[in-house]
């Protein structure tokens, strides 16, 4: 298994541009993630799926971010427009358990996109 | 408020050295803790996994330690490698959810 795939691997925009992550799952996952990376609050969780439908976007810091998952082997981050402060690397992880009490839940990160806003 | 926090933030050590990372959380109800390898310029990878009911969990030269009471955690790197230097980063589970709290990491850099 390629493991989850994430494109652009590296994104530079300049402040006001659309800007659009991309992310392909591990195969037969059926929980995708999406975090934001940065040196000072290191790693939040912005939203994450279940079989393709949002289930918690309270990490979304703006209406500027949003998510989609068309189908289980693709979502999108999308930012409209972008500002500098949205520069972060950006993580996709995918997972397949339930949620259960004790349960180990492990997530699979992908390489993640260094988004740079001008 | 639901934290995690980690220390040192950083650390240098030589080659063949052992050295412990610190973690401490306050994320309720509780499900699971991990430990997670980065590399820079790379995605998280899991280290270790432990629920309340276990102590200690090894993986090869890393061995992580949770006291559930006291809601602390360790990881222990035996016989430091140059290729151990990266950031180690503590998570805590919110049982019931798929909520993870992150600590902002340790970053360890090993000298030869």
């Known amino acids: 298994d390629a493991g989850v795939i994430q494109s652009p691997r590296h994104e530079v925009t300049e402040m006001g541009q659309e800007v659009t992550l991309r992310c392909k799952p591990i195969s037969g996952h059926d929980y995708l993630f999406w975090y934001r990376q940065t040196m000072m609050r290191g790693l939040e969780l912005l939203i994450y799926?279940?079989?393709?439908?949002?289930?918690?976007d309270s990490g979304m810091p703006e209406d500027r971010f949003s998510a989609k998952m068309p189908n289980a082997s693709f979502s999108t981050l999308k930012i409209q427009p972008s500002e500098p402060r949205d520069s972060a690397v950006y993580f996709c992880a995918s997972s397949h358990t339930n949620i259960d009490r004790g349960s180990y839940n492990e997530q699979f990160f992908g390489p993640g996109t260094r988004l740079t806003v001008l | 408020k639901n934290q995690v926090e980690q220390s040192p933030q950083s650390l240098i050590i030589l080659e063949g050295k052992n050295c412990t990372l610190q973690c401490n959380y306050t994320v309720s109800p509780f499900s699971n803790l991990r430990w997670y390898k980065q590399d820079t310029g790379r995605g998280p990878v899991s280290l270790t996994i432990m629920t309340f009911s276990e102590n200690t969990k090894s993986n090869g030269r890393y061995t992580a330690t949770l006291d559930a009471d006291t809601k602390q955690s360790s990881l222990h790197i035996t016989a430091s490698q140059l290729s151990d230097s990266a950031s180690y980063i503590c998570?805590?589970?919110?049982?019931?959810?798929?909520?993870?709290?992150f600590g902002t990491g340790t970053r360890l850099k090993v000298l030869a």
């Open positions: 998570v805590v589970k919110v049982s019931g959810t798929y909520k993870y709290i």
């Open positions: 799926f279940n079989n393709n439908v949002p289930i918690d």
